[in-house]
């Protein structure tokens, strides 16, 4: 639901709900036209499923987006996108920015309340950033925030940051959930009871998280952008598309993203048709076969571009994806203003792949049809996280791929948490199938700067290019987009050179609803950035939430 999160890596994992049926499963629905029909009514409870839990609620310590769907309904940022991707208030009114860039002053709501009663002021902003900045807060998005100057409380509802430099994705970087001085200040935030229960001042309040199975969300009746119709948000965590499809089938939940197969085939029949509606549009992301760049067999580029030439990606997008997709060249989705279409391209060519693999000096000198190099087999591990089919059938295409010019490949499948916590921020990996949402502020700092590479920080692959750090850095000091637009075009033909990932595509997201909620629109955005006007008809609600 939370569609400008930074970050998405596709989860795994299961539940039972707290609900009860207040109505017959499958509810007849008012004739599609009648006032009853589009008469928006308070009541009824969304039930999402996801395949990965939750980490950590406090959005500033969460880098999954589980975690940020969750936060993105309890917290709210100074500033959000609207649905045409432009900057709006979000807890502030509105802003300005000095003629030199220098400094943004923001004007805030009167009048918002943090779940608890108590009122939020300019002090919870300065809290956010001073948090944010304190180097014993592990979080990935420090970045923006140190550039920050100053930043100080003019009044209760004025907050002002002051920058040394011009810095473009600034403004952007106020969209991060603010959080409650009052509940925080003084205490460690790591052992924070608000990352199992949070408190924001969102349109949905946090009830209940049982890990593994249901993170709970109640409506906020005092939102300052009113009353969301639904009355609650349930995300049932279930251990994969298959199972969780059959959820969907039986009414065990209202949405999900469909697999490929799933909005093809299995739905297309009139059981769904009668109940269901659903959706398709090129996603904010894409999923890549990162490196870990410290692995000897990876430092050489000619490895990597000649592993790009074995994969054919056209192959993973037809058989994988059933043509719903495109592939991706670059970190950017195509088609916005940041992408650049014209970088190196590696057509499938496993010709191509060898003689690269033999120039780097991997040569297959017992015949036995692997690849060696100073005595060592070209061997390496695929790791992805459990339950994420497509993921595992792109490893499989890879490694038959891989096969044909020489490469072993093995492949691990690993549970979403110890995937995360014990091979990805221990870097104990060769290589990872993963994906990354496509950021609307195009600044690649978190990802790709080399200072990003520490424990738990993004750029775990542990790439390091100084011509890419000083492109990134020029990029973020400009509000020149015609400059920004060079740089970021010529980063792109750095990566595309030296492939430091494996680009593979940019999915359709396939999201599936159930027809009784009304209000859902697809824009730019997505179809997420107006949840709170969704509805269900009085006659058609299904689900009370317990006390």
């Not at 220098?102 to 948090?131: C, E, M, N, S």
């Amino acid at each position: 639901m939370n569609p400008s999160g930074r970050l998405s890596w596709i989860l795994t994992i299961v539940l039972a709900l707290t609900v009860t049926a207040c109505g017959p499963q499958a509810p007849g629905r008012a004739p599609a036209g009648s006032a009853a029909a589009t008469t928006p009514a308070y009541g009824d409870i969304m039930v999402e499923g996801s395949i990965g839990d939750a980490s950590n609620l406090i959005p500033l310590l969460a880098s999954d987006s589980t975690s940020h769907e969750i936060a993105g309904l309890v917290f709210n940022g100074l500033i959000k996108y609207d649905k045409d991707v432009n900057v709006v208030g979000d807890l502030a009114e509105s802003w300005e920015i000095s003629r030199d860039g220098l400094v943004i002053t923001f004007h805030l709501r009167k009048g918002v309340r943090w779940h608890d009663g108590r009122p939020f002021t300019a002090a919870d902003a300065l809290y956010t950033y001073q948090v944010t900045v304190d180097p014993k807060t592990p979080t990935a998005y420090a970045g923006d925030f140190l550039k920050v100057k100053k930043a100080e409380v003019l009044d209760d509802y004025t907050f002002r940051v002051t920058y040394d430099k011009p810095f473009a994705p600034g403004l952007m970087s106020w969209s991060v959930g603010i959080l409650p001085k009052h509940l925080l200040a003084g205490k460690e935030i790591t052992t924070s009871p608000l990352g199992r229960h949070p408190i924001g001042t969102g349109p949905y309040k946090f009830k209940e998280w049982v890990t593994g199975q249901k993170i709970v969300l109640v409506s906020n009746p005092d939102y300052f952008e009113g009353r969301p119709y639904i009355d609650g948000y349930i995300l049932r965590i279930i251990p994969d598309t298959a199972t969780m499809f059959l959820e969907l089938r039986a009414n065990g939940i209202d949405r999900m993203g469909l697999t490929p197969l799933q909005f093809t085939r299995q739905t297309e029949n009139n059981l769904f048709r009668e109940n269901f509606n659903k959706y398709r549009y090129l996603s904010f992301a894409y999923t890549y076969m990162g490196y870990n760049l410290k692995n000897p067999l990876f430092v050489d580029k000619r490895v990597r571009q000649a592993i790009a030439h074995a994969v054919n990606r056209e192959e993973i997008i037809d058989g994988v994806l059933l043509g719903l997709g495109k592939p991706a060249n670059g970190p950017y989705k195509p088609g916005t203003w940041a992408h650049n279409p014209k970088v190196r391209a590696y057509p499938y060519d496993p010709a191509k792949a060898k003689a690269l693999l033999a120039e780097a000096g991997w040569k297959d000198a017992n015949g036995d049809g692997v690849l060696e190099k100073d005595g060592r087999p070209f061997e390496f591990e695929i790791i992805t996280n459990q339950g994420n089919e497509i993921r595992a059938k792109c490893a499989e295409i890879i490694q038959r791929r891989l096969a044909e010019v020489g490469i072993r490949v093995k492949i691990r499948v690993v549970e979403w948490a110890a995937f995360v916590n014990d091979f990805i921020n221990k870097r104990k990996f060769d290589a990872t199938i993963l994906g990354w949402t496509i950021p609307m502020e195009p600044d690649l700092y978190d990802v790709w700067h080399s200072s990003k590479t520490g424990p738990q920080e993004l750029n775990f692959i542990s790439y390091k290019n100084a011509e890419v750090d000083a492109l990134i850095v020029k990029a973020r000091e400009t509000f020149d987009q015609p400059l920004r637009k060079r740089c970021y075009d010529r980063i792109q033909e750095i990566l595309a050179e030296e492939q430091p990932y494996l680009f593979l595509y940019v999915p359709d997201a396939l999201p599936m609803i159930h027809a009784r909620f009304r209000g859902v629109e697809v824009a730019p955005l997505g179809i997420g950035y107006n949840f709170i006007k969704w509805y269900v008809p009085q006659a058609e609600q299904k689900l009370v939430m317990k006390p």
